[in-house]
């Protein structure tokens, strides 16, 4: 099977410079044009512009393009609950980086979240790896922290990567990870089978760190597509066409 690759974070100024052609170049399938909150509440219409054509650019080049919102910043759980009732039908993927123990909470157990990005230094408590793995959210760790100049610094991060994956698969959620570079320019783009071998030696085994730069995140963008175009309207029932219909009759 031919596995297709997604880097399912990287910044929509640098996919717009010229990161798109690179991220097709070095063998993905698909990229997460992610845009920050903060982005968002300031300018909206230029981001919503910028994203069209991105998106365009993506059509031309050949590569996926995914919209995805970008929660890091530690905004009140009344903020958080504002921004999804307005945005969620705008982007295809909501994440939220573990900044604070509130906003992590929250984003655990709030189904329009999707993605739970770990940050060096955070925790995830029982009741977080619960709600996890009821509502099938990926859990992402992102490339950029490893790009620290300081080796020390980035011998931290690996450590506490490792710490993270070794959790997550005595939970049973190894089949939630997914692995993003978070880059902010093409000069910080990796290809996908490198960032799978780093995840290997973190301690998933060779298929699940492939399928961590796969799998994972495609199968998220491909169920979400579902929900915004009605085909799958609550989690598990999915809404067969007319000729569906008949071939099931038959």
């Known amino acids: 099977m031919t596995r297709r690759f997604y880097d399912l974070l990287i910044a929509l100024e640098a996919l717009a410079g010229g990161a798109l052609s690179r991220a097709r170049e070095l063998g993905f399938s698909g990229v997460g044009a992610a845009v920050r909150v903060s982005q968002l509440l300031r300018s909206p219409h230029r981001v919503l512009e910028l994203l069209s054509d991105v998106r365009k650019l993506g059509e031309e080049e050949g590569i996926d393009v995914v919209t995805r919102l970008v929660i890091d910043a530690p905004l009140r ?112 783009l990796r290809d996908p089978r490198s960032m799978a071998a780093l995840l290997h030696v973190l301690g998933l085994n060779h298929e699940e760190a492939l399928d961590a730069v796969s799998t994972n995140p495609l199968s998220l963008v491909r169920e979400n597509r579902d929900k915004l175009a009605g085909i799958v309207p609550v989690r598990g029932v999915k809404v067969l066409g007319k000729d569906e219909e008949l071939s099931e009759e038959q």
């Open 77 to 188: 759980e009344g903020q958080v609950k504002a921004l999804l009732r307005k945005w969620r039908r705008r982007f295809e993927v909501i994440s939220a980086h573990s900044v604070g123990r509130r906003l992590t909470a929250f984003a655990c157990r709030d189904s329009r979240i999707d993605v739970i990005t770990l940050i060096p230094g955070a925790e995830l408590m029982r009741g977080d790896l619960m709600y996890i793995g009821a509502l099938e959210k990926r859990v992402e760790l992102l490339l950029t922290p490893l790009h620290d100049e300081e080796l020390r610094r980035r011998a931290e991060v690996m450590a506490e990567y490792a710490r993270f994956v070794e959790l997550l698969k005595r939970k049973g959620l190894a089949g939630y990870v997914i692995f993003s570079s978070g880059a902010s320019s093409s000069r910080t």
